[in-house]
């Protein structure tokens, strides 16, 4: 079974940075996509960027010029470093592989 955990969620001021950290583990032969989502109060789960085997990246359009996706097939690690934070961008975020979320970690961006 396999079992994502997120981290690296926190407290930010508008216009600071993060980096989500998502630990992949379990029985699997390569990480293949992994994705980013994320959950703002009272809205829906929403793409935030994804990855593939290849390293091609596909960003939603406010995560573009922002936000970068990477992976590490080694470590089985998938990051998400975000810049420029803004308070819109103030969500639970999501790792996500094939049928497997993970739980999530609240990012705060606050005045």
């Known amino acids: 079974q396999v079992q994502l955990v997120e981290s690296g969620g926190g407290l930010v001021q508008p216009g600071g940075s993060l980096r989500l950290s998502c630990a992949v583990s379990?029985?699997?032969?390569?990480?293949?996509?992994v994705a980013w989502y994320r959950q703002g109060p009272g809205n829906q789960r929403e793409l935030v960027a994804d990855?593939?085997?290849?390293?091609?990246?596909n960003y939603a359009d406010f995560a573009k010029g922002r936000f970068i996706i990477s992976r590490d097939d080694v470590r089985k690690t998938v990051s998400l470093q975000m810049n420029s934070l803004k308070p819109e961008d103030t969500a639970v975020y999501y790792c996500?592989?094939?049928?497997?979320w993970g739980q999530g970690t609240q990012v705060t961006v606050y005045s």
């Open positions: 990855i593939d085997s290849d390293g091609r990246a």
């Open positions: 379990g029985r699997f032969v390569t990480l293949a996509l």
């Open positions: 996500h592989r094939y049928l497997t």
